[in-house]
């Protein structure tokens, strides 16, 4: 292979890296939002039931 060749994979293969990590990232900040609703929602449920004596 010429070096441009080996130059040109290289910048593909960080870009698709870039890529992944990015969507990794933001699959796992939809999941954590997920999981803060569900529990902002038990909180609001617990915090108006009545006082156990």
């Given amino acids: 292979m010429e070096p441009f060749s080996w130059l040109l ?3 593909i293969l960080v870009w ?3 890529g992944g990590y990015t969507l ?4 796992q900040q939809q999941r954590l939002c997920k ?6 929602h038990t909180r ?10």
């Fill in 24 to 27: 990794f990232l933001s699959r």
């Fill in 9 to 11: 994979a290289a910048n």
């Fill in 44 to 53: 609001r449920q617990t915090s108006s039931l009545p006082d156990k004596p």
């Fill in 35 to 40: 999981r803060l609703q569900q529990l902002e």
């Fill in 16 to 18: 698709l890296g870039l």
